[in-house]
């Protein structure tokens, strides 16, 4: 088994979280543009021969509208990370004298999502992206207030990784935790 626990496991969800988020975002937005534009075109030319806009109409716009389905998708996948994260920290094997270790990275990781919460917030708010990533509104909460959820992933992390240690026979002193 990974013997990184709750250290690495955290640092993990943080950039899943914001790639997650980003790509799809990304992609939404430039899929309506490319949406936007193939309809723009299909009115621009008017040929006898094939109707674009008709076409367009038959196939793109109806992906184009399922693709708001990946508001939703990218926060199940965000809530499956973090149930994934604890789940691990639970089938980690650590000494509990390590708990301390892991509660100081816990907050390191914390003071991290600060700034990535700030950087999204920003970015949000003054981006080409600004209009997709609005629409993403359980994962913009997840990212917006990140800090708080890394601090409950951390605890809970740490409580599962203490609860699985005292079970562990092999890290028993004498029989006794």
Same mark, same amino acid.
Request: with cysteine.
């Given at each position: 088994?990974n013997?990184k626990?709750? *250290?690495?496991?955290i640092?993990? #969800?943080?950039?899943?979280? %914001?790639?997650?988020?980003f790509?799809l *975002? !990304? &992609?939404? &937005?430039f899929? /309506? +543009?490319?949406?936007t534009?193939i @309809?723009?075109? !299909?009115k621009? $030319?008017n040929? /006898?021969?094939v109707?674009?806009?008709?076409a367009a109409?038959k196939?793109?716009v =109806?992906?184009?509208n +399922?693709? /708001?389905s990946l508001? #939703?998708i990218?926060?199940?996948l965000? %809530?499956?990370l973090?149930f !994934?994260? @604890?789940?691990e920290n &639970? &089938?980690?094997?650590?000494h =509990?004298v390590?708990?301390f270790?892991?509660?100081?990275?816990v907050i $390191?990781r914390?003071? +991290?999502s600060i700034?990535?919460?700030?950087?999204y917030?920003?970015?949000?708010?003054?981006?080409i992206?600004s209009?997709?990533?609005i629409?993403f509104t *359980?994962s913009s909460?997840?990212? @917006?207030?990140l =800090?708080? #959820?890394?601090?409950v992933?951390g605890?809970?992390?740490?409580? @599962?990784? %203490?609860?699985n +240690?005292?079970?562990?026979p092999?890290?028993?002193?004498? !029989?006794?935790l």
């Amino acid at each position: 088994m990974n013997k990184k626990s709750n *250290a690495l496991s955290i640092i993990v #969800w943080i950039v899943s979280v %914001v790639v997650i988020v980003f790509f799809l *975002a !990304g &992609y939404l &937005y430039f899929h /309506n +543009a490319l949406t936007t534009t193939i @309809l723009d075109a !299909g009115k621009s $030319l008017n040929t /006898n021969i094939v109707n674009i806009t008709d076409a367009a109409q038959k196939t793109i716009v =109806p992906v184009n509208n +399922a693709m /708001n389905s990946l508001t #939703w998708i990218s926060f199940i996948l965000i %809530v499956c990370l973090a149930f !994934g994260t @604890l789940i691990e920290n &639970y &089938y980690i094997r650590e000494h =509990p004298v390590l708990f301390f270790v892991h509660v100081m990275i816990v907050i $390191l990781r914390i003071i +991290a999502s600060i700034y990535i919460s700030n950087f999204y917030e920003d970015f949000m708010n003054n981006s080409i992206f600004s209009s997709s990533l609005i629409q993403f509104t *359980a994962s913009s909460y997840v990212v @917006l207030y990140l =800090p708080y #959820w890394v601090a409950v992933i951390g605890i809970f992390g740490l409580i @599962l990784l %203490v609860i699985n +240690a005292s079970r562990d026979p092999e890290l028993r002193v004498g !029989g006794r935790l």
